[in-house]
């Protein structure tokens, strides 16, 4: 390997959607710069804090049928019963809801749970609660997409959070969508929700750590025991 190629392997790629907060960052640290110098590496720092946050790692994405992969990096806040939000009219009843809050620290790039057709994007104002909590879902940002694969349809809903400020989705209504392809982001702070429907259910745990396009979330087929966890 050259070095240039050990160079380019130890850096994550940056999402374009970052290019221009990064540009912002750089050139607001030089004009710092100019009226006191300790503050050209403060705003060096911030810089590369924004770069951090954009950036982009590549995911190894396990394919099947039966298998419903995180949207989004962070950690399961709620796995229970809750209705969709009215616009994707994907069900009246209640459906078994799976909660990835992400912090601001984690990769905010939105990846598809699994392989089909986007029947439906429904986009809603609302406030900039703080993601983490419940009444969220219902009063925040939002965009929510309706992915129908082989065994069936899934609701996957991007939220905004007490810092985010603009939802981004890359997708559009009836295309072809593959698991673990990027679909959105979300940026500074936020959460993913996933509706499963009733032949689909949760293989994770509150308080898990997801990686988006790797972590298997949930399985199609028939409900298995509940596997017992450690915490250390």
């Known amino acids: ?7 380019r392997s130890s850096f994550v790629p940056v999402h374009k959607e970052g290019y221009r907060f990064i540009a912002i960052a750089f050139v607001g640290s ?13 705003g060096l720092m911030i810089t590369l804090w924004v770069a951090y946050f954009f ?7 396990p394919l099947g049928a039966d298998l ?21 009219g994907l069900s009246d009843e ?6 990835v809050f992400m912090n601001v ?4 790039v939105n990846r598809s749970p699994m392989s089909g057709k986007i029947k439906k994007i429904a986009y809603k104002k609302g406030l900039f609660l703080n993601a983490d ?13 309706i992915v129908e694969g082989e065994n069936g349809q899934i609701g996957v809903v991007q939220i905004a959070g007490l ?23 979300i940026r500074f702070g936020s959460r993913l929700d996933v509706y499963l429907p009733e032949n689909a259910f949760p293989d994770v745990h509150v308080g898990q750590t997801m990686i988006a396009g790797e972590t298997i979330l949930a399985r199609f087929g028939e409900k298995q025991e509940d596997k017992p966890v450690r915490v250390d």
Do not use: Y
């Open 94 to 99: 209640p459906m078994m809801r799976i909660c």
């Open 68 to 88: 419903i992969i995180s949207p989004a990096d962070g950690r399961i806040s709620q796995i229970g019963k809750a209705k969709p939000p009215k616009e994707l």
């Open 105 to 108: 620290f984690n990769v905010h």
């Open 133 to 145: 909590l419940d009444k969220a879902s219902e009063d925040n940002e939002r965009n929510g997409l």
């Open 55 to 61: 950036r982009d790692p590549t995911r190894i994405t």
């Open 1 to 7: 390997m050259s070095v240039i190629q050990s160079i």
């Open 30 to 42: 030089i004009i710092l710069g100019f009226l006191w110098k300790p503050l050209f590496f403060l």
């Open 163 to 185: 810092v985010a400020r603009r939802i981004v989705c890359f997708s559009e209504e009836s295309e072809m969508i593959t698991a673990g392809e990027r679909f959105g982001l």
